[in-house]
């Protein structure tokens, strides 16, 4: 049975992919805006750089997760990774295999 693979899903299944997409690209930047924060406060608290060092760590722990969980994200049209090519990781607004764009379901025409 031969499916065809370059059919393009259906608008609703490309904006449900979609946003899922910008969920977890907005969960990573998050992530890295709170860094800056979380030491300063954790610097106020514990009074010095080196008790802070666990914080730093846990921030590091959270940016990983964030990374790999966005990076694991597929593509609704082509079922690639969205942001990862090969080695590259890279995040822009656009697919890497397909070229579909990070806001496609929301361009009316
Ligand atoms: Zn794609």
């Known amino acids: ?62 940016l990983i997760i964030a990374t790999a969980w966005s990076a694991a994200v597929r593509c609704p049209r082509c079922g690639n990774y969205y942001h990862v090519n090969g080695m590259m990781l890279l995040y822009l607004r656009r697919c890497l295999h397909c070229q579909l764009p990070l806001t496609a379901d929301r361009e009316k025409n």
């Open 1 to 62: 049975m031969d499916t065809n693979q370059s059919e393009t899903p259906a608008p609703e299944v490309i904006a449900h992919g979609l946003r899922r997409i910008r969920l977890r690209r907005w969960i990573l930047w998050v992530v890295l805006i709170i860094y800056l924060p979380t030491m300063w406060l954790a610097q106020q608290v514990t009074r010095s750089f080196h008790g802070a060092l666990p914080v730093f760590f846990a921030w590091v722990l959270l």
